[in-house]
């Protein structure tokens, strides 16, 4: 029983400190933010401090689906040394590309406050995260407490961009540095479309929400977190000027957001949609149709085809794959699509669990299917990559052309 209150307690810590907000520290001259009258001294010096115990454990860098690097640390203090009290404790570090005299180095705080529990033997852990693009970059951190008390560590980060992806528009700059984003649905800036064209390429988007496992009702936080980087990715391309986005239920039958020829996707509308999105509910009538899969998923792709209005330039089908039980039969189909329009990329995390084809990718494979598995962000950066170059919008091209960074 002991053991038990040692790891909750433990637990409890960990938790709540990972719930604190970082912020930028403004360490310009002049700044009312000040730094503790050491903090400089103890941030310059490259030997490692420890006025009490603790770990850094420094996080490498991470590529998401967003086409930038995610890097950090996890700091773990024995409980006894900072929680008996109700303690707090705050940490100060500062990024800056190696080798770069002229590059500015970028600050960053956060204070955690140690809740009063029962701590004997357990440890309290300290996690931290950043965005960086491709590079070297050198992180100076400590933590201070409330006695005064410092522990520090130095240590650098490489970042290695792979080549396709580094010619993407959206692809991190060189040398960025920025706050680690924590929600999902955050807006997303304007982006300088680079095109002669007006409006840009015509783009339709048809979203999956449904798992592949037909047991599970709903996709994890972490595959919702994929999906949405990954439409964010495709948003910051300059040559994609209009979308229609389409995210669907495949196998709840349900149509969860829809909208058309939008020079800008609302992330934040489309997370009110997914989170207010009913778990395993079916219509009645939808339920006596026995063939009911088939039928959404045919109408659905009917949809988007549909030469009565100005059809897309190209469609992309994104989400995990539909099974094999809603197969499509043919002669539901009714599309004429440009030749290597049709683009799908399947994300799944575990591709071995599901090596066939899925309902979709099999239906529109006698259409011109372009069809991508993507598992890791190199697979989409890949996929995106021949995605334009099929649409003509050279990746390479495309960069050279967007005046300035791309958006963050």
């Given at each position: 029983?002991?053991?038990?209150?040692?790891?909750?307690?433990?637990?409890?810590?960990?938790?709540?400190?990972?719930?604190?907000?970082?912020?930028?520290?403004?360490?310009?001259?002049?700044?009312?933010?000040?730094?503790?009258?050491?903090?400089?001294?103890?941030?310059?010096?490259?030997?490692?401090?420890?006025?009490?115990?603790?770990?850094?454990?420094?996080?490498?860098?991470?590529?998401?689906?967003?086409?930038?690097?995610?890097?950090?640390?996890?700091?773990?203090?024995?409980?006894?040394?900072?929680?008996?009290?109700?303690?707090?404790?705050?940490?100060?570090?500062?990024?800056?590309?190696?080798?770069?005299?002229?590059?500015?180095?970028?600050?960053?705080r956060q204070n955690f406050d140690?809740?009063?529990?029962?701590?004997?033997?357990?440890?309290?852990?300290?996690?931290?995260?950043?965005?960086?693009?491709?590079?070297?970059?050198?992180?100076?951190?400590?933590?201070?407490?409330?006695?005064?008390?410092?522990?520090?560590?130095?240590?650098?980060?490489?970042?290695?961009?792979?080549?396709?992806?580094?010619?993407?528009?959206?692809?991190?700059?060189?040398?960025?540095?920025?706050?680690?984003?924590?929600?999902?649905?955050?807006?997303?800036?304007?982006?300088?479309?680079?095109?002669?064209?007006?409006?840009?390429?015509?783009?339709?988007?048809?979203?999956?929400?449904?798992?592949?496992?037909?047991?599970?009702?709903?996709?994890?936080?972490?595959?919702?977190?994929?999906?949405?980087?990954?439409?964010?990715?495709?948003?910051?391309?300059?040559?994609?000027?209009?979308?229609?986005?389409?995210?669907?239920h495949a196998y709840n039958r349900?149509?969860?957001?829809?909208?058309?020829?939008?020079?800008?996707?609302?992330?934040?509308?489309?997370?009110?949609?997914?989170?207010?999105?009913?778990?395993?509910?079916?219509?009645?009538?939808?339920?006596?149709?026995?063939?009911?899969?088939?039928?959404?998923?045919?109408?659905?792709?009917?949809?988007?085809?549909?030469?009565?209005?100005?059809?897309?330039?190209?469609?992309v089908i994104m989400g995990p794959?539909?099974?094999?039980?809603?197969?499509?039969?043919?002669?539901?189909?009714?599309?004429?699509?440009?030749?290597?329009?049709?683009?799908?990329?399947?994300?799944?995390?575990?591709?071995?669990?599901?090596?066939?084809?899925?309902?979709?990718?099999?239906?529109?494979?006698?259409?011109?299917?372009?069809?991508?598995?993507?598992?890791?962000?190199?697979?989409?950066?890949?996929?995106?990559?021949?995605?334009?170059?099929?649409?003509?919008?050279?990746?390479?091209?495309?960069?050279?052309?967007?005046?300035?960074?791309?958006?963050?």
């Open positions: 029983m002991l053991l038990l209150r040692h790891v909750a307690a433990s637990l409890v810590l960990a938790t709540i400190c990972g719930l604190q907000a970082q912020e930028l520290f403004d360490a310009s001259p002049g700044s009312p933010l000040r730094f503790h009258p050491s903090d400089r001294a103890v941030l310059a010096d490259d030997s490692n401090r420890s006025d009490f115990e603790c770990q850094v454990v420094p996080q490498s860098p991470l590529l998401g689906f967003d086409l930038k690097f995610t890097a950090g640390y996890v700091v773990r203090v024995p409980a006894r040394t900072v929680g008996s009290a109700g303690d707090s404790v705050r940490i100060l570090f500062r990024v800056k590309p190696a080798g770069a005299t002229r590059a500015p180095a970028v600050y960053f140690i809740p009063r529990v029962s701590t004997d033997g357990g440890t309290a852990a300290f996690p931290g995260r950043f965005v960086i693009g491709p590079g070297q970059y050198e992180i100076d951190w400590l933590m201070r407490n409330k006695q005064g008390r410092v522990c520090s560590a130095h240590w650098r980060a490489d970042a290695h961009m792979p080549s396709r992806a580094a010619l993407l528009a959206a692809a991190a700059p060189t040398n960025l540095i920025r706050p680690y984003r924590e929600h999902t649905f955050a807006d997303e800036p304007p982006v300088a479309r680079a095109t002669e064209a007006p409006g840009g390429l015509h783009i339709a988007l048809l979203v999956n929400l449904a798992p592949l496992d037909r047991d599970r009702f709903k996709l994890t936080a972490h595959e919702i977190e994929s999906l949405v980087t990954m439409l964010r990715t495709l948003h910051r391309e300059p040559s994609l000027g209009l979308f229609s986005l389409t995210a669907f349900q149509l969860v957001y829809t909208v058309e020829r939008q020079p800008r996707l609302d992330f934040a509308a489309f997370g009110r949609a997914i989170e207010s999105m009913p778990s395993g509910v079916v219509d009645v009538d939808a339920l006596a149709d026995e063939d009911g899969d088939e039928h959404f998923l045919s109408s659905l792709l009917n949809s988007a085809f549909d030469a009565a209005r100005e059809r897309p330039d190209a469609v794959k539909v099974d094999r039980d809603a197969a499509i039969s043919p002669e539901l189909l009714s599309i004429a699509a440009r030749p290597g329009a049709i683009f799908q990329f399947s994300f799944n995390r575990n591709p071995r669990s599901y090596p066939w084809p899925g309902a979709i990718e099999a239906a529109l494979r006698p259409h011109g299917l372009v069809h991508s598995n993507v598992t890791r962000p190199q697979d989409f950066s890949r996929a995106l990559a021949g995605f334009l170059d099929a649409m003509g919008a050279s990746p390479a091209d495309a960069r050279a052309e967007v005046a300035g960074p791309p958006a963050n």
